[in-house]
């Protein structure tokens, strides 16, 4: 009964609804505003048909399709393609570098020693499995990374940390704000109201960000044509990221999938969500003022310097380089 009173006070909450529906129109902009999707597309279209993995039945596949400036691009490839980690040396490509980037701290450069002391097996591996050979995407990998990944999952884990923190001081202060709160702590069961009020607030935190996600991602996959990246592993040669002046392979620590990676980045940001909920339910707790803890959660840079950091750090967290 005390979970359904405080459901139902969400419910009631306009500003809430307002909120989401602009979260959504905003979602909505990214996905059409993230570039021209024609070549992406087409590039899926062919890995579709053809399959990820580039070879010489790719190259037959490919001769029997109807001729366009895209399949041209994919010839080029198919033609073209060598394996790198084959021949990927860690030592020289990597360890080097760091070191020398860091050669005025002795204890960052033991760190960067014995973290790339492991990574030669790791990419032993990938050049078993031949990831690098995976077309992805094809020379629009990295935008597409950047638009998904980079804009879009970031803006949803965003707006749902605050959604989070905003439902849970509503919540937590909803009594004090009715002049109930006196009623409430007269009684046994409105002593233990708070409990009730935390397990709502983490319940339809994560439950709205679920949904949100499920809403956006189904708008941006109908505009994105994911179908023939999926299987693609996000370890492809065509798949780099650039520190300072070195551009490097994506390299995880376990093989991804690109639907392997989005299922992960999604648990990962339904965590930062967590966090969101509990430093707002320690403010509220704390403050017992849910105008100030409003303000503090909204405004709060510390807080939000340390979301931005957490995200980048989990999202990355499977990256060796």
Known sequence: MMCQAEIKKLIHFAPMWIYLVLCLLMNVIITFNSGSVEYFNGISSIARTCGQKM???VRIELDSMPDSTI??????IADNIK???????VDSELR???????????????????KYAKLQSRIDHL???KADMDLYAGSATDQSYRNLFGTLMRALSGESCILAMLL??????????????????????????SKYKLTVSLLTSLAIFLILAALSLSIYFLHWDYSGIWNANISSQFHTVRDLTLIKPFITLA??????????????????????????????LLIQNSYVAGVLTGVFPAFGLFLGTVYRALTKCGLYL
Do not use: C, H
């Open 55 to 57: 070879g010489e039945s």
């Open 168 to 193: 849970t001081v509503y919540l937590m202060g909803y009594e004090t704000n009715a002049k109930t709160a006196l009623y409430f702590n007269g009684t046994k069961t409105g002593r233990k109201l």
């Open 127 to 129: 050049a078993d499995i």
């Open 255 to 284: 093989d991804f999938t690109v639907k392997g990676y989005l299922t992960a980045v999604i648990a990962l940001s339904a965590v930062l969500v967590v966090i969101s909920f509990l430093f707002a339910g320690v403010l509220a």
């Open 83 to 89: 394996p790198i980690y084959q021949t990927y040396d």
């Open 71 to 76: 399949k041209d691009d994919v010839l080029i």
């Open 96 to 114: 080097g570098y760091y070191t020398n980037v860091f050669s005025s701290s002795p204890e960052a450069v033991r760190i960067i020693e014995r």
